[in-house]
């Protein structure tokens, strides 16, 4: 018997990839997209948690990525969708519900219509307390990045920018009100290859971490146990941000990281 699912978050490549990898594997029921946090909305944000100056260098660093780095990145995009037989097609309009916030949705009838095992998560506003106490069942989450120590945005090139190489990589998880909090069902590493950059890391470790992801869920959903990780005590735990042009300069001429 296929586990139900309802998969919940935004339109994207990360979305999709996963929808057309399970969709055979489990009854995805529906899948609920929400819009992005509009751009305004996070630089605000930003400004208050970081400043002025930070939130500049990121902007610089946005333009700098959109026009040097993405254009020059494709045929390693494709390498890897190839590698692991993955698809970005869209989702058949049929089963999407599209809602401005997520939190806006009808949940009580979703769920007392679909009867999900668990909802799967990717890519959505962080989901309040009085959304997630509605949830009898498990809300899982891949994160691209190590969890506890890499929190946040662009786990995989922080742990290189720290020569923390063996904690590049994906964490499957719970989902609770935090930031990349949640209880971890799995750590998924990962290994760049020489022509990776800051565009195709974080599509590397989804990529990986999406062809273990039936298994983990599963033994998770059917014992309820989690894996066996060592987590106890990190080196550190660490909510990162998108770089500034001036980190990423840094880093790319001292360490190499592109």
Not at 45 to 53: D, E, S
Not at 57 to 85: E, M, N, T, W, Y
Request: with cysteine; charged share 20%; net charge positive.
């Amino acid at each position: 018997m296929k586990n139900k699912v309802l998969f919940v978050g935004v339109d994207c490549n990360t979305s999709r990839m996963m929808f057309h990898a399970l969709k055979d594997h489990w009854q995805i029921q529906q899948v609920i997209f929400e819009q992005p946090v509009s751009t305004s909305a996070k630089i605000k944000f930003r400004l208050k948690k970081l400043g002025l100056v930070s939130v500049i260098g990121q902007l610089l660093f946005k333009v700098f990525s959109d026009v040097l780095i993405v254009p020059f990145s494709q045929k390693r995009r494709h390498q890897i969708l190839a590698d692991h037989k993955l698809s970005v097609q869209a989702i058949p309009s049929s089963i999407k519900i599209e809602l401005n916030d997520v939190h806006e949705a009808d949940w009580k009838n979703l769920l007392a219509l679909h009867r999900p095992d668990f909802i799967l998560i990717n890519g959505t506003r962080i989901l309040k307390k009085s959304l997630l106490d509605q949830f009898t069942m498990p809300v899982i989450n891949i994160h691209a990045g190590i969890t506890p120590m890499y929190r946040g945005v662009h786990g995989g090139y922080r742990a290189l920018m720290n020569n923390d190489a063996l904690n590049f990589g994906a964490t499957i998880h719970l989902v609770d009100p935090g930031v990349d909090t949640g209880q971890i069902l799995q750590h998924v590493p990962a290994k760049p290859a020489a022509e990776d950059n800051f565009y195709t890391y974080p599509l590397l470790q989804f990529a990986e971490a999406i062809n273990v992801l039936p298994v983990v869920v599963d033994r998770y959903i059917a014992t309820g146990k989690l894996s066996e990780i060592s987590v106890e005590k990190p080196a550190f735990s660490k909510l990162w941000f998108y770089p500034t042009i001036f980190e990423y300069i840094y880093y790319r001429i001292t360490k190499g990281i592109k």
